[in-house]
């Protein structure tokens, strides 16, 4: 009977979550219906901790978009009033986290503990990097030759983008400790650190090199959306039109945990 109640309250949570989710802007409703199916999932396989560690990383994603918004809705990096993620977006990076928990639930194995962590944390950098890499004052640039490219394209780069994604990855990995208490705090801050850092610089370089990449012309902007922030309809510049953002942050993300589970097996 108790468990009946336990799992009650645990489904309006998520309910209650997913609709503030909507109500903030943070999420579509797609998006929102797609985040309550992961959420629901996490917690009914591999429990309430994972899904506690994706929710903080969700929160300061949101935080991060947050901060200094209305310059980037002026930078037009941001659309005013409308939802900032859809289904396509929680589903690029929330379906790698999710399988490397469910591997956990079925294997028992910290291996798995690591990749959903270091996925996790991927998908934390990988945002926090480019919300507050946009409003460094240097110029960002391009990963694969170093010059100097427009904020916010695919693949540029920032120092202070690259900082604040490090300090939050790292940040994230020393809260799990308190609910992963069994895993070495050196080795974990470390694995995750690292294997999610070196993710998310492959995610620039896909972004820089397949990710289809659109050009506006009346904004002389470049744009991940064939569709404008502007309204109006980019020209293709380059890349291939199946991988779009959200492919990148699929294949980024998955990565993110590989290497975490390579890394907890060479290290001694
Ligand atoms: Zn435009």
């Not at 409703?29 to 903080?56: C, D, K, N, P």
């Not at 194995?109 to 926090?128: E, H, K, P």
């Amino acid at each position: 009977m108790d468990n009946i109640y336990i799992i009650l309250v645990l489904l309006i949570v998520v309910a209650l979550l997913s609709f503030l989710s909507v109500n903030r802007r943070y999420l579509s409703i797609s998006g929102a219906i797609s985040a309550y199916a992961i959420g629901l999932i996490l917690i009914f396989s591999s429990g309430v901790f994972y899904f506690v560690m994706l929710l903080i990383a969700f929160l300061i994603t949101n935080l991060a978009t947050s901060y200094r918004i209305e310059e980037k809705i002026k930078l037009k990096l941001i659309i005013a009033k409308k939802p900032i993620r859809d289904w396509r977006n929680v589903l690029g990076n929330g379906l790698p986290i999710l399988f490397f928990a469910i591997l956990e639930y079925f294997f028992s194995s910290d291996l798995f503990i690591f990749a959903f962590l270091a996925s996790t944390a991927t998908f934390l950098s990988d945002t926090v990097s480019t919300e507050i890499g946009v409003l460094s004052k240097a110029k960002p640039v391009m990963i694969t030759n170093f010059k100097e490219t427009h904020t916010g394209r695919s693949g540029a780069i920032s120092s202070q983008g690259l900082l604040s994604g490090l300090a939050f990855s790292l940040l994230f990995a020393y809260i799990s400790h308190f609910f992963f208490t069994s895993i070495n705090l050196v080795a974990l801050l470390f694995i995750v650190v690292v294997s999610s850092t070196l993710a998310n610089l492959f995610d620039s370089l896909l972004g820089a090199t397949v990710q289809i990449n659109y050009y506006c012309d009346k904004c002389n902007m470049y744009s991940e959306e064939k569709m404008h922030v502007c309204g109006n309809e980019c020209k293709k510049v380059s890349g291939y039109s199946f991988i779009n953002n959200h492919v990148v942050n699929f294949i980024s993300i998955f990565l993110g945990g590989l290497l975490s589970i390579a890394m907890a097996l060479v290290l001694p």
